[in-house]
């Protein structure tokens, strides 16, 4: 757990000073009893109401301050804590942006948000009790057994035979509850998974009717979830009925004895109020303890499933996001180069979905890179602004090996319409202008306008500033995708790429689109992935893709010539356009 340090260097400070006020009421919490058998022993017995009063004066004192260092504490421990929880689900999310697309593919998104919100909280509960009674019930309670045994250490035996039975009970409740509560857990991030999968897909269940089937996963997944919680719950119930039954055995043995010893003179009947009131204390102290077990249970696997993603290195050889890299860019060209390049996403070569691809696009030119759904077209161009390393050969951007620069500056070069159209909630503006930030009001209208947007928008009666639901769920798919390629243009990259980014946009729009491009886009290094074979032909070179390998580059002319495979795809979307 070495990436806790941090916190503890930031933190100690202030939880020594929480833990000084809490000892100060631990204190004044322990002198009570003794302060009531005096009262009892001296004032009462000797019918000496000036003692009673003034020793009353004296209980009331100790108590104000000990309600003073209470309060004193739960100010810093509730400061602390939540600062703390702060920080480190900052860190936490800070973490998971530093992730390749390899290592967030080893964690499902509902695990992530459950770590980056009910682990923390977990931790955070924790620290924030741990400065409030975590520390002060073991003060307490050995504090009690201190002042118990002083009152009367042969009385104090009952005590050499409670307290070992309870800390037993307790070690085995530690032992027994870890590994369910870590179930617990992990059945949360199944809930989380399916219900985020259920709202992500709602129109899907609901265009298929498929409402029955989701309330049986999902009641079957909460249902996980409820059993394991219960026996988990029932197997650490089991531990504090009995510790409570320990002591409260423990209490009537102090009367027991307690009353004979008063009987025979060798005991005052306020040395038994008081030896009763410790015994109550280091019964509610025990309780407490118990309490704290059960909560560093459950912190101790949250804290681990956190450190499983803090301590998880970036998958991608050389440097993380914001890292300074040896290589630099001399030119700012756009040139793109793949040289024999090989790549797998298990990292084993017999299973590559790219094979050889060699190929290079200069400075101002447009590519399109076509072939059947599976050849890897949109893994290759994931492969330039560094989503994923290949297992051999090279990649560079403007004659730099990709991963030899800094892919913060990368990727400042790089704009990207992906396949599956990504929208967040905001106005239509705010969308556009993630692109660019600064973007005047002049450009995002300007690349609207070529991306064939600015019509739609423009029917809107807030326009541009139209709120967009999550996911831009009020907007068609066409629509989406015209201002995904605005955000991409606004930015006026170096290297365009848009991955069948036009598929739901009918072919007379996307017509427009392409010659609002030529002169919006005209410098640009652009490369284009797509279905239809006349979004193709006038790229000045077209790269054909089958099962991962390059069977043909050249022109629309060339390929009609030498490539079958451009040649089926050629004929078979013409035939559907004649039927």
């Excluded at 010539?561 to 356009?577: A, P």
């Amino acid at each position: 757990m070495h990436f806790m340090k941090k916190y503890i260097d930031k933190y100690w400070k202030l939880f020594c000073l929480g833990v000084t006020f809490l000892m100060a009421e631990a204190f004044c919490d322990l002198l009570q009893p003794t302060i009531m058998a005096r009262i009892v022993d001296i004032g009462v017995a000797h019918r000496n109401l000036h003692y009673v009063l003034t020793m009353g004066v004296v209980m009331l004192g100790v108590t104000g301050l000990g309600a003073l260092a209470a309060v004193s504490r739960n100010i810093i421990s509730n400061n602390v804590s939540q600062r703390f929880g702060a920080e480190l689900r900052f860190d936490l999310f800070t973490k998971i942006q530093t992730f390749s697309f390899d290592n967030l593919d080893k964690f499902e998104t509902g695990s992530l948000v459950t770590r980056l919100t009910n682990d923390v909280t977990q931790v955070q509960n924790f620290v924030n009790g741990l400065m409030r009674i975590f520390v002060k019930a073991p003060l307490v309670c050995i504090g009690s057994i201190i002042m118990a045994t002083m009152l009367d250490p042969q009385l104090a035996v009952i005590l050499i035979v409670v307290v070992p039975v309870i800390a037993t009970l307790m070690f085995i409740s530690v032992r027994i509850g870890y590994p369910f509560f870590r179930k617990v857990q992990r059945k949360l991030d199944g809930l989380n998974t399916v219900m985020r999968e259920y709202l992500n897909g709602v129109r899907v269940v609901k265009a298929f009717n498929r409402f029955d089937y989701e309330k049986e996963r999902f009641g079957r997944v909460n249902q996980e979830l409820a059993s394991v919680s219960t026996t988990a719950m029932r197997v650490m119930a089991i531990f504090t009925p009995t510790i409570t039954l320990t002591v409260n055995i423990g209490i009537v043995g102090v009367l027991w004895l307690g009353g004979i010893r008063v009987n025979n003179g060798r005991m005052h009947v306020g040395q038994v109020i008081a030896f009763v009131n410790y015994m109550t204390q280091i019964l509610a102290s025990l309780m407490t303890i118990s309490f704290v077990f059960n909560m560093f249970v459950r912190a101790r696997a949250s804290t681990e499933r956190i450190a499983e993603v803090m301590n998880q290195e970036n998958s991608m050889a050389g440097m993380s996001v914001g890292t300074a890299g040896p290589g630099k860019f001399k030119d700012a060209d756009g040139r793109i180069e793949f040289r024999d390049v090989v790549f797998s996403y298990t990292g084993r070569p017999d299973e590559a979905v790219l094979k050889g691809i060699t190929f290079s696009c200069e400075h101002g030119e447009t590519i399109a890179i076509i072939g059947s759904t599976g050849s890897g077209k949109s893994t290759l161009v994931s492969m330039i602004p560094r989503f994923y390393d290949a297992i051999s050969g090279v990649v560079k951007v403007d004659s730099v090996d990709v991963k030899d620069v800094d892919p913060l500056e990368l990727r400042k070069k790089i704009a990207m319409v992906p396949q599956k159209t990504v929208l967040f909630s905001g106005t239509i503006m705010d969308n556009i202008r993630w692109g660019k930030a600064d973007g005047t009001i002049d450009e995002v209208e300007q690349a609207a306008r070529v991306a064939q947007a600015h019509g739609f928008i423009s029917t809107f009666p807030e326009q541009y500033g139209t709120y967009l639901g999550q996911g831009g769920v009020n907007l068609s798919g066409g629509q989406k995708q015209r201002i995904s390629i605005a955000r991409a243009l606004i930015k006026k990259p170096e290297i365009l790429i848009l991955d069948d980014s036009t598929s739901a946009v009918d072919m007379a729009t996307e017509a427009d689109i392409r010659k609002g491009m030529r002169e919006y886009a005209k410098g640009m290094t652009c490369i284009i992935i797509t279905q239809r074979i006349v979004s193709a032909m006038g790229a000045v070179r077209i790269i054909v893709l089958d099962n991962g390998e390059i069977v043909g580059m050249g022109t629309h002319q060339q390929l009609m010539q030498s490539s079958l495979v451009y040649q089926d795809i050629y004929h078979s979307q013409i035939g559907k356009e004649v039927i």
